[in-house]
């Protein structure tokens, strides 16, 4: 057990809705990062937040939006979902300084757009 | 742009052997090398990872080692067993604050 939790562990919803995932991260860890796993993919990386911050941003897509709390859980907002959003969504925490880098990944949210 | 190559991308191994799983980097400015771990259903769980400044580090039946030169790092797993097989995935942090994936290698280890 990484101690990052995600919920909800599977989704299923229609193309053109929205959907939540959240993340919560290690305990002390001041950084939380979101990857996209597509089936037979490996990890894209959208984006990262340090201590409520936007940090980096990867290949996210506009439809596509994040946040995180002054609590530092975090929240992926994905709206006007297609078929193609249909994928496993990782999120990962660090402490976050310019030193250490490790990552620690949740069990992911498997989201299915049907 | 930033890319990180991996291969093989499917590598099948008796147990007891070892085996040998190579990435080459883009970036220059990357300065710090995960190894990661994926097994069926789980997130990917960190295994060994190694800092620009260091040209190999070993733990117990894990190795990786670093080209600083040429931009290629390797895993490296001995006396391989059953449990060991999984998807591994290398990864290098860029200049740009963003970690780059490689696309992952299923190893297979048969009993």
């Known amino acids: 057990d990484s101690g990052v939790t995600q919920t909800p562990k599977h989704l299923i919803t229609a193309t053109g809705q929205r959907v939540t995932l959240r993340c919560s991260p290690r305990?002390?860890?001041?950084?939380v990062y979101w990857y996209q796993q597509s089936l037979d993919q490996g990890l894209q990386f959208l984006i990262q937040?340090?201590?409520?911050?936007?940090?980096a941003k990867g290949n996210i897509l506009e439809r596509f939006s994040a946040q995180q709390f002054p609590d530092l859980h975090s929240e992926l907002n994905l709206s006007s979902l297609e078929l193609g959003d249909s994928a496993l969504y990782f999120c990962?925490?660090?402490?976050?300084?310019?030193?250490?880098?490790?990552?620690?990944f949740g069990p992911g949210t498997r989201l299915t757009v049907t | 742009g930033e890319n990180v190559e991996q291969h093989p991308s499917t590598l099948s191994v008796q147990e007891g052997d070892s085996a040998v799983i190579k990435c080459t980097y883009s970036?220059?400015?990357?300065?710090?090398f995960p190894w990661y771990k994926q097994e069926l259903g789980k997130g990917p769980q960190l295994i060994i990872d190694?800092?620009?400044?260091?040209g190999e580090k070993k733990d117990q039946r894990i190795a990786v080692t670093l080209n600083k030169t040429a931009k290629h790092f390797s895993l490296h797993i001995t006396e391989t067993q059953p449990e060991d097989s999984a998807v591994y995935f290398c990864?290098?942090?860029?200049?740009?604050?963003?970690?780059?994936f490689g696309a992952g290698t299923r190893l297979f280890v048969k009993a």
């Open positions: 305990s002390g860890d001041l950084s």
């Open positions: 990962a925490s660090s402490v976050g300084t310019a030193s250490q880098h490790e990552q620690y």
């Open positions: 190694i800092r620009s400044n260091v």
């Open positions: 990864a290098s942090y860029t200049g740009g604050f963003k970690t780059i």
């Open positions: 970036d220059s400015a990357s300065n710090y």
């Open positions: 937040y340090y201590n409520g911050e936007e940090r």
